[in-house]
């Protein structure tokens, strides 16, 4: 009788023991599953509202002065920390222009283009397109013919997988004759693009695709889906003065960029100097990105470094770090 006692006593500690287990076990793996929730969170949290995408103009005296070349654009991008890249059509001169942008050669760049990409794990987010002529010009033939020469880019960005093109709105400076020179070019590029399943982006980009109240009564007017902004922190010099680079007549930029987010699918971050703090010193980042924000933008933020204080790299990096330093801030 003691031998079954002992046997019982010892199968119900055994049991015991055995449950005990269970719970612990079950009790370590809610702590491990509550600590990697919590670290989850913690890299959601970290993680700025936007992605962070670099306009290949910040390279543009590397390219043009230093001679680097333009395709090792994706590499240096992902060193520094970029996911996205923003092509400059003219960068890529005298390669296209001496070779009329034939069909050849315009393969040759989506070809290079998309393997640096490939490679480095970068993707092609958008084209800037530049000396294509003026699609708000008031000669109607003028006008289709750049129509017709942006067709070639609007084929190299489906090409590339990018999902859109940046035009500018050139041509009249009479406000009337800007806004309805604007809706036929832009309606017309629309069209097409939308067969290739292409954006067509306008840039406050001077003159009066800088007026930001007209750039977007064009944006409702044309009322095309594909066709839409791509506000630039800086560019807001509606004219300059005579002979120079000084502006004589500024639009406000934080009312522009407000006017222009409605219809806005690519922002760019434009840069110029820093103070010691890393504070853009003729933008506030914090004002900026607020108002980008606030209208629901989630997409690719371009850095675009113009300033000459800082070499092209400190520009492009100081940049980044700002808009990251003010994401967080923002929370």
């Known amino acids: 009788m003691k031998r ?9 500690a055994g049991f015991a023991l055995s449950i005990m287990g269970v719970y612990a076990c079950k009790e ?11 670290s989850e969170q913690a890299g959601k949290e970290a993680e700025p509202f936007f992605k962070l995408s670099l306009a290949q103009w910040s390279m543009h005296r590397m390219i043009r002065e230093e001679g680097v070349d333009p395709y090792t654009f994706a590499e240096k991008a992902k060193n520094w920390g970029f996911t996205g890249l923003e092509y400059v059509s003219q960068l890529y001169n005298p390669e296209l222009e001496d070779a009329g942008y034939s069909e050849e050669a315009m393969a040759a760049f989506v070809e290079k283009s998309n393997a640096e990409a490939k490679k480095h794990g970068l993707e092609n987010v958008l084209i800037m397109i530049d000396g294509q002529g003026n699609l708000a010009v008031s000669d109607e033939k003028e006008r289709n013919e750049t129509v017709e020469k942006h067709k070639k880019w609007v084929d190299a960005a489906a090409a590339m997988g990018c999902h859109a093109i940046r035009v500018n709105l050139n041509g009249s400076d009479d406000p009337e004759e800007w806004i309805k020179n604007s809706i036929d070019g832009l309606t017309k590029l629309s069209t097409y693009a939308k067969t290739k399943n292409i954006n067509v982006l306008v840039e406050n980009h001077g003159g009066l695709s800088s007026n930001g109240a007209l750039h977007a009564q064009v944006m409702k007017a044309v ?9 630039d922190f800086g560019n807001f010099c509606i004219k300059r003065k005579q002979g120079t680079w000084d502006c004589e007549e500024m639009y406000d930029i934080y009312k ?9 699918k690519a922002v760019s971050a434009k840069s110029h100097d820093f103070d010691a703090e890393g504070n853009e010193t003729q933008i506030d980042y914090a004002k900026m990105l607020k108002i980008v924000k606030d209208h629901g933008y989630t997409g690719y933020i371009g850095v675009e470094y113009e300033g000459s204080e800082l070499s092209e790299e400190e520009g492009i990096i100081a940049t980044r770090d700002l808009l990251l330093k003010v994401a967080k801030e923002l929370g």
Do not use: W
């Open 223 to 231: 009322g095309m889906d594909n066709c839409g902004t791509l506000p």
């Open 4 to 12: 079954r006692k002992f046997i019982q006593n010892s199968s119900k």
């Open 256 to 264: 522009g960029v407000e006017e222009l987010m409605p219809y806005a």
């Open 28 to 38: 370590t793996k809610k702590k491990e599953t509550e600590a990697a929730d919590d």
